[in-house]
């Protein structure tokens, strides 16, 4: 079977995608009509279909996507210099919350093994954290992280290099010079990072350091507390160690209320310390110490247990964006997005700046006229403050998003919103909240990948997952990421990063509803702990709070 070169992702496009590198004169035939391109077309970029007008629009995924900033005759190359970005307006619209539920035979009696907490939530893993409510902190977190983590048998151990290092320090003391150093094949040397846990359900300790809590603004500083909150009361969380300096603006009573807000009545074991009370660091460590190990027993105390997938909660993140984003890894998510919403669970979309160009569709599909109010609103502010400082969504792409076919927001938009599915939007959440309900959430965050992804958590995502095009090891400490490439070629060039593959989808060999079913039946691998995803077996734990300024 011939593989597709070239194709119209919805019917009211007016440029086509290359599948593959077409060179320059290559014959295109669209509806009865033939032509040929006149510049060579990178696979994931853009060619007209017709002649068009300067000022014209241009259209992708059925929705303005930017304007010509010249005239352009049939098959020429979309690119930077002609077309800029464009985007319709929205407005509060009619409901349009009607939507065909996928077919959910294959999964509605499957289940995973989890971690039950109290008040009803299920975790896909069980770790304690420590946590400091200021930077202040940050030196004895890290040293509670130096104390336990090897000898509770949780350090990472795949390659440091270390040995590495060694190879060319032996080279050096022989006499090696800079090009004989340069030119050295250093044979890597890789370690298993299995190790003999002392607490056999407790699946680490982690340890999230930041540069917040005290010196911004109080905005800013409640806005961690609430972030903080939102980890300790997370289903993959057994319990924390909190370390306070005493007079910073995050202040414990402040993470106290942010806690009892998510989770009235919270019953987990939380130990919080203040150095200014404790007087020297000699009594404060000691103090965190036993606190932490005695905490850890009562974690470990907690087993897997089945739980039907309504309990998931799945964080729908992009990062290192391409061409194909659109039309493989992140339709395939809306695929699992619609299966998980008609099992019952809940689905979380984030990333704001990446909704532009589709917030009449989005806020269409809320439930009801506040939702739709509450996204629109959000929206909007988010953008004037971003252009207020001489941004705005229109400069959210990257270079490494342009080059690979995404050359205005409004076209990364259109592919971006494609993970959250068809189905209504449920609730619309503000950061930190929590996204306690089921169905489709839209939470208010940057396009950031680190950023995103540790609000997503925060609102009580328990398994992320993560499409990718150019590749990206982002991970978080407490869920587990699973990363899929919308093509194979970077597939195959990381396979230490990426877990998945979807350019089965472009090449043809697997339809977007397969390649649904096989990652669903990943993540309840994972969910599960029979599986670790790459960042979790790196052990890459990203996390940054996001300053409620401009982070597109």
């Known amino acids: 079977m011939a593989i597709q070169r070239y194709l119209q992702i919805h019917p009211m496009d007016n440029v086509l995608v290359a599948l593959q590198d077409l060179a320059e ?59 800029r970005h464009a985007s319709e ?22 289940t995973f093994n989890g971690f039950h907490r109290s008040n009803g939530t299920v975790g896909t893993a069980n770790y304690w954290l420590v946590i400091p409510l200021v930077f202040c902190e940050n030196r004895n977190v890290l040293t509670l992280k130096a104390a336990f983590e090897e000898k509770l048998g949780y350090k990472v151990k795949a390659n440091n290099y270390i040995s590495e290092v060694e190879d060319l320090i032996g080279l050096y003391k022989s006499g090696a010079d800079v090009n004989q150093i340069l030119g050295q094949d250093l044979l890597a040397n890789s370690t298993s990072n299995e190790q003999e846990r002392l607490f056999k359900n407790v699946d680490g300790i982690k340890f999230l350091n930041h540069e917040m809590g005290c010196g911004g603004t109080r905005m800013d500083s409640d806005a961690l507390c609430g972030l903080l909150a939102g980890y300790i009361t997370h289903p993959n969380v057994a319990g924390a160690t909190v370390l306070s300096l ?51 027993m009562q974690a470990d105390k907690n087993e897997r247990k089945p739980a039907k997938l309504d309990k998931l909660c799945i964080g729908l993140e992009c990062g290192g964006s391409d061409g194909f984003s659109g039309i493989s890894a992140n339709p395939a998510l809306g695929f699992v997005s619609d299966i998980l919403v008609t099992l019952g669970g809940s689905v979380i979309l984030a990333e704001f700046p990446e909704l532009c160009g589709v917030e009449q569709e989005l806020s269409d599909r809320c439930v009801d006229e506040a939702t739709a109010e509450k996204f629109m609103s959000l929206m909007r502010t988010y953008n004037a403050k971003a252009e207020a400082d001489g941004s705005g969504f229109y400069m959210n792409p990257s270079p490494g998003n342009i ?18 599915g068809t189905s209504p939007v449920a609730a619309v959440i503000d950061y930190p909240e929590l996204a306690n309900g089921a169905g489709l959430n839209l939470l208010c965050t940057p396009g950031n990948d680190v950023e995103s992804t540790t609000a997503e958590v925060a609102a009580g995502a328990n398994v992320v997952l993560f499409t990718t095009g150019l590749g990206t090891p982002t991970g978080n400490p407490i869920t587990p990421v699973v990363k899929l490439s919308t093509n194979t070629k970077t597939f195959e060039k990381m396979p230490d990063i990426i877990d998945l593959n979807c350019g089965t989808i472009i090449e043809g060999t697997e339809t977007i509803e397969q390649a649904a079913h096989r990652i669903l039946d990943y993540v309840i691998e994972v969910a599960s702990g029979e599986v670790k995803p790459k960042a979790v077996l790196l052990g890459q734990d990203d996390f940054i709070p996001w300053r409620r300024g401009v982070s597109l």
């Open 25 to 83: 004169g290559t014959a295109i035939v669209f509806e009865g009509k033939e032509f040929t391109l006149k510049q060579a077309v990178a696979a994931k970029h853009k060619f007209t279909i017709q002649p068009m007008k300067q000022d014209a629009e241009i259209l992708m995924y059925g929705v303005l996507v930017g304007k010509l900033n010249g005239d352009l005759g049939a098959g020429e190359l979309i690119t930077t210099e002609n077309l």
């Open 89 to 110: 307006d929205f407005r509060m619209g009619d409901r349009k919350t009607t939507w065909t539920k996928p077919d959910i035979a294959a999964f509605k009696d499957k």
């Open 246 to 296: 005493g007079c910073q603006h995050a202040q414990a009573s402040i993470l106290k209320a942010e806690i009892e807000k998510r989770n009235p009545g919270f019953d987990r074991p939380l130990y919080i310390f203040e150095q200014q009370k404790e007087g020297t660091e000699k009594e404060l460590m000691q103090k965190a110490i036993k606190a932490t190990f005695a905490g850890m």
């Open 403 to 420: 080059r690979d076919g995404l050359i205005t927001d409004a076209i990364k938009s259109a592919g971006a919103a494609k993970k959250g």
